[in-house]
Structures are given as C-alpha cells and as structure tokens.
C-alpha cells in the first residue's frame, strides 16, 4: 500500500498528495470538535447511602474546563416529586446551597463567583424526595435533567448554558439489582435442565440486572462489587462487566460446599442484593457431579480417597429431578459421634425429588474399620430441604430395620473385605452427611 500511495504522488503531482492529506486532517479536526463539549462538565444523582428516601446530587467542573460553574437546576422525572421548600444537606462546598423551588426545581447556588467551582471542582448535596404512583417500569422515567451555567444566580439569556458531558455523567439513579439464578445447565433425556447445583472447577455464568428507581433498566449502570454471604471466596469470581444495564461474571469454585451466597453492592448508594438460585430455594451448592437424566445409575468417585457412590435418579416432576454429589474432607467438628471419620465427607444435594430415595456407598478395603458392619454409625450433618430450613443437624441416622424405611443406613461388609452402606433417604435429606466408627 506505501509502494502504491507513492506511485500516485508521482503520476499526479506533489500537490494533489498534500491536497489529501489538507482534506484528511481538515475531517479529523472537525470531528474532534464536535466530539468534545465546549465548556464541559459532569452531573450524577444516586440515591443517598442507606436512605432510599433521599437522593444525592452532584455537580462536577471538568478537569480541563477554562471557565466556572456558579448555578445549576435539576428537574425531576415525571414520577418524582420534590417538595418545593426543601433544603438540601450536607453540602459539600462552602457558599453552597441546594434549595427546592415552588415548580418543584431544585436549585443548585454559589452565593459568589469566588465560591464558584473552578477546573475539577464538585459540589453535592442530600436531597429528600417522593416517589409516585406514575414512576413504574411501564410508565415514567428515572432520568433527570440538568442545566449549568457560570452564574452564581442562573442569570444570562439561555444560550449562556454551560454544556454537559454525557458521557461522564449519570443522571439515572439505581433503584435495585436483580440476580438470574445461578445454576447449572446440565442435559437430561428430555433436553436441557436448569438446577441450583454448579460444578466445582467449572466457570458458572452469573448476570445481574441493575434496574432505576422506576423498575426499569438502568441502561448506562457500570458499577457494583462482589461480596460474599457465605461459603465461597472472592478469587472465586471473574471480574464484573456491564451493557446495556446488564452485568456479567461468572463464578468458578475450587470445594465441595452447600449453602453458598454472594452479595452485590454499589458503593455510591449502597444499595445491595443477594443471590439466589432457582426457587425455591435461596441459595446453591457446589457439588462434584450432577445426575440428571432420569432412569439411569449415576455413578460418582471421590478424587481422594477410594470411595464410591451410585444412585439412580428418578422421574419425579415430569424427569426434570437431579442429584448433586461431591466429597470434601472431614474437618473435627463435622463427625457426630466419638472417633475418626473412615472417609471424606459426602455432600448429597437432591433436587425436585418427591420420593424416597437409595445412595449406595461403597468403601475399598483399605478405609473399612475392623470388625462387623454394625459398629459403623451413619451420620447426617446439617440438612437442609428444598425451601432452605435447617432440618437436621449432626444427628445419627438410624440403622435399617428387616424392611428398610427412610431415612435409615444399612451397612454391610460385602466380598472383598470394602464396606457398603445403603442409604434410604427422604427428598429433604441430607445437604451432607459422613460416617465415623
């Protein structure tokens, strides 16, 4: 392309190549400066930290900018009422005031142009507000207006506007975020299936919606930060991007756990939410593996130690029921009874079961303790059932009797020398459980 660009200047002449580039850099220039406001500066509305019955407003004088900011109005969307009389506080700048109007205006003051917010300078100010019954998200708008102007009175003909940058302002305040559930998509015969279980190891999608006080989505929304609730750890997470009002992560556990919540926050307003998982439970699990098609034996192996599980899962609810297992080590307080554990522990997470239900646990000889199967006790620890109550907690399951009935534990020394337990559960039980001598 250099080759062919030279060849040109010498066919036609050296002038028509300057005649070129004259154009080229007459276009760049002019769009440059439609790009970039004359006397710029920023605008932000939020609601106050912890208060959502008040909002902050702020004022900002572009970094760059040869002029100053003496006034502004902020004009309300058409669900929002501010009460005319109303006196902004905590004002931030000294010669500030942000007082309410009679039309409901709120006016932003210097009482002086040697109070007036110079090159990178900002005032805010807390501001008390009613919401009405026309701010929903089928009908009205969040979305404030604002007008500046070098003035400390907001005095001089309209085209005396300073002009604000979009770009760097939001005048959109977050109202709340809404969490999709974060589940697992695993393939089952009847085709794809959504469950509150995700695989450890393995990046799980987590998308947030930010939504404006009128329940629409904040569309130009960048912020928020992760948090935890419980279980999980903040290296876990990706980092968060946003479009359109939707922010995507995603969440990549390294153990087996049960219960696991995170948080989002916007550091500006506060304003918080939790996550949740597919109702109607509130929070998820991580798990090792998930069985989902229904009919067939699920087999599973602990990756430290010779532990085996299988189960058959059934067709509860039209075959959209699945099992999530994994094992993670014991630590002291998780045996329910005297002795050292003879395994990992097991984490049994059904979903969607209506029935009564068999795990088969199978220990290798080199993990069976010595002496008849009847000395082992089966322990359930911290079960939660679907609808997230605790219902059962470091307590032994009992063993089965002639004719097993759920829930009950059925050890046997089989051929070999490895020890089975047969577990009979109920659709509740258990969220993990182990066994010790």
Not at 56 to 72: M, R
Not at 140 to 145: I, K, L
Not at 204 to 222: K, M, Q, R
Request: hydrophobic letters at 35%; proline letters at 7%; aromatic letters at 8%.
């Amino acid at each position: 392309m250099k080759r062919f660009g030279m060849r040109r200047v010498r066919r036609y002449g050296g002038a028509a190549g300057v005649l070129v580039v004259v154009a080229v850099a007459i276009a760049i220039a002019a769009a440059t400066a439609q790009a970039t406001p004359n006397k710029p500066y920023t605008a932000h509305v939020h609601q106050t930290f912890g208060n959502s019955s008040s909002l902050t407003f702020i004022l900002t004088n572009d970094p760059h900018a040869s002029q100053t900011v003496g006034s502004a109005n902020f004009t309300a969307p058409s669900g929002v009422t501010l009460t005319p009389g109303t006196v902004g506080t905590n004002v931030t700048q000294q010669g500030w005031t942000a007082i309410v109007d009679s039309a409901g205006i709120l006016e932003f003051r210097s009482d002086s142009s040697a109070h007036a917010l110079g090159a990178g300078a900002s005032v805010s100010a807390d501001v008390t507000f009613n919401e009405t019954a026309q701010c929903t998200a089928t009908a009205g708008s969040a979305t404030w207006q604002v007008q500046a102007k070098q003035s400390n009175d907001f005095s001089g003909a309209p085209g005396n506007f300073l002009q604000q940058n979009l770009a760097g302002s939001d005048m959109t305040p977050l109202g709340s975020y809404v969490f999709a559930p974060v589940e697992s998509v695993v393939t089952a015969a009847d085709g794809p299936l959504h469950v509150p279980q995700i695989v450890v190891n393995q990046a799980a999608p987590i998308s947030i919606t930010a939504l404006d006080t009128c329940g629409n989505v904040d569309t130009d929304y960048t912020g928020g930060t992760f948090g935890l609730v419980s279980g999980l750890a903040l290296p876990d997470f990706s980092g968060l991007t946003w479009v359109s009002g939707v922010g995507s992560a995603t969440l990549t556990p390294v153990t087996v756990e049960v219960g696991d919540q995170f948080s989002i926050t916007d550091s500006a307003s506060g304003i918080t939410a939790n996550s949740g998982s597919t109702s109607p439970k509130t929070t998820f699990d991580v798990v090792q593996t998930i069985c989902a098609k229904a009919g067939t034996v699920c087999v599973w192996t602990d990756k430290n130690k010779p532990i085996t599980a299988t189960s058959t899962v059934p067709g509860d609810n039209n075959g959209h029921a699945s099992l999530g297992l994994g094992y993670k080590p014991f630590k002291n307080s998780d045996v329910c009874t005297v002795g050292s554990p003879i395994g990992d522990s097991i984490y049994i997470d059904p979903y969607q079961y209506t029935q009564p239900y068999t795990i088969v646990i199978t220990y290798a000889k080199s993990l069976a303790p010595k002496g008849p199967a009847s000395n082992v006790v089966t322990c359930k620890d911290v079960g939660v059932d679907q609808n997230g109550n605790t219902i059962w907690s470091r307590t032994a399951i009992p063993p089965c009797a002639n004719t097993p009935a759920a829930p009950c534990a059925d050890a046997q020394n089989i051929q070999g020398g490895a020890l089975q337990i047969t577990l009979y559960l109920n659709p509740g039980d258990p969220h993990s459980g182990g066994f010790s001598p």
